[in-house]
């Protein structure tokens, strides 16, 4: 009896330290799978970042953004920039650019002067003169400026990839009826979104700092860190299961 209950033991103790085991190798294959997929997703990652840093392209994140406000309801939203869209347009639309990076302030600004300079200027010639020339020159003008501006409507929104349809003929229709509405929307969306030379930073950024410090954000987005995952080598697993029993 002796020996048939040591036997009984034996076995029972057999089948816990294979129980032991089982679950510990179910444990490391979950472990290993959990690796595997953290390694996956850390160079998914990482490959996405060099993409994007080749590219040089903001839009490569997909990030869809939207403009602040509506172009007529929302016009008083900020009074500052509707008080300088509507008296001095060609300053609000320098600003813009230099904002957006698409050129200097004083020169883009100054093209939009001309044109609109050349509009008002062909208009008083023809109720002086009441030559039609003059009006066909005042007209051509007006297409003129507001083809320029609405292209660079256009390409503020590629470039930010703000919602919005791709025809140049919308954007160019906004500013021909409304300019000033539409640069005052413009302005919002740049400058409630701390857009500098080109850089969309977010509302979350906060600019701080002397002038000659420069505007720079307080928050910045920064590339993940390198996971380092050290997969267990099977000895030191082997040595850890011996452990156990």
């Known amino acids: 009896m002796a020996e048939l209950n040591k ?7 057999g ?12 444990g490391m294959a979950a472990l290993d799978f959990d690796m595997l997929c953290s390694t996956v997703a850390s160079q998914q990652t990482q490959g996405k970042w060099r993409e994007i840093e080749s590219s ?5 994140v997909g990030v869809l953004r939207m403009w602040e406000g509506e172009v007529v309801l929302d016009f008083m939203y900020d009074r500052r ?8 347009p060609c300053y609000r639309f320098g600003k813009n650019m230099k904002r ?27 109720m002086v003169t009441d030559r039609n020339c003059f009006l066909y020159l005042a007209v051509a003008f007006t297409v003129s400026l507001g083809a320029y501006s609405g292209f660079f409507r256009m390409q503020i929104k590629r470039k930010f990839n703000i919602m ?7 954007d160019c229709i906004y500013h021909l009826i409304c300019p000033c509405c539409t640069l005052s929307q413009e302005s919002r969306t740049l400058e409630m979104n701390n857009v500098q030379d080109g850089t969309w930073h977010g509302r979350g950024d906060i600019c ?3 002038h000659s410090e420069g505007n720079r954000p307080f928050f910045e987005l920064h590339h993940p860190h390198p996971i380092s995952i050290k997969i267990p080598e099977p ?3 082997q040595n850890g299961s011996n452990g156990f029993r």
Do not use: P
Request: with cysteine.
């Open 164 to 170: 919005g349809t791709d025809n140049l003929l919308d």
């Open 7 to 13: 036997q009984e033991k034996v076995v029972a103790n």
């Open 235 to 237: 000895c030191s697993m």
């Open 208 to 210: 701080i700092g002397s």
């Open 81 to 88: 920039v509707a008080l300088e869209s509507a008296c001095c």
């Open 100 to 126: 957006a990076g698409f050129g200097y302030c004083l020169l883009q600004g100054t093209v939009y002067f001309v044109l609109l300079v050349s509009v008002f200027l062909n208009i008083l010639a023809f």
């Open 15 to 26: 089948n816990e330290e294979e129980g032991e085991e089982t679950r510990l190798l179910e």
């Open 56 to 60: 040089g392209e903001e839009n490569a």
